[in-house]
């Protein structure tokens, strides 16, 4: 049986590159995720990507995710700390999902270190730059046996 991911991101990922490139590296969004779709090739699992800046498009985009995906690579961005909403709806998905983060949150600013989603994921990766997003996927496909 093929294998479904979903990769998801939250605000302002879509300007990775030139974001802060000190704190989110050099990488574009576009270019992560050219990798992801490599490395998911390579075990035959299909792979669909959606970034918003918008709260309720991400709660849409896991919701929908039910009716495909066998699980989801989350970095939720700033919504990590705030949103009650997203926590809910990884909890209504039934997927396993893996928050990640590019930066390692914990060594940064204090209103970073709590997260209202770590709770109802798999697991939580972050700190590796661009590759917090591939071990996120190892770490799901190992997880759904892919």
């Keep these: 049986m093929a294998r479904s991911i979903l990769v998801l991101n939250g605000p302002n990922l879509n300007l990775l590159g030139t974001r802060e490139p ?17 490395r998911a ?4 699992v299909e792979l ?21 995906a066998d699980g989801v690579v989350f970095n939720p961005g700033a ?15 039934g997927l396993p ?5 590019l930066s390692n949150v914990h060594a940064r600013e204090e209103f970073r270190h709590t997260s209202m989603l770590s709770a109802v994921c798999l697991g939580v990766v972050g700190g590796f730059g661009r590759h917090s997003y591939s071990l996120a996927l190892d770490g799901l496909l190992d997880h759904l046996g892919a």
Excluded: F, K
């Excluded at 919504?79 to 998905?93: E, K, N, Q, W």
């Design 48 to 68: 669909r990507d959606i970034q918003s800046n918008h709260e309720g498009e991400l709660v849409d985009a896991l919701h929908d995710a039910r009716d495909w």
């Design 79 to 93: 919504y990590t700390h705030t949103s009650v909403a997203l926590r809910d709806a990884i909890s209504a998905c």
């Design 22 to 38: 000190d704190v989110y590296g050099a990488t574009t969004l576009a270019e992560i995720i050219a990798g992801l779709r490599t």
């Design 41 to 44: 090739s390579e075990h035959g």
């Design 97 to 101: 999902v893996v928050e990640t983060h």
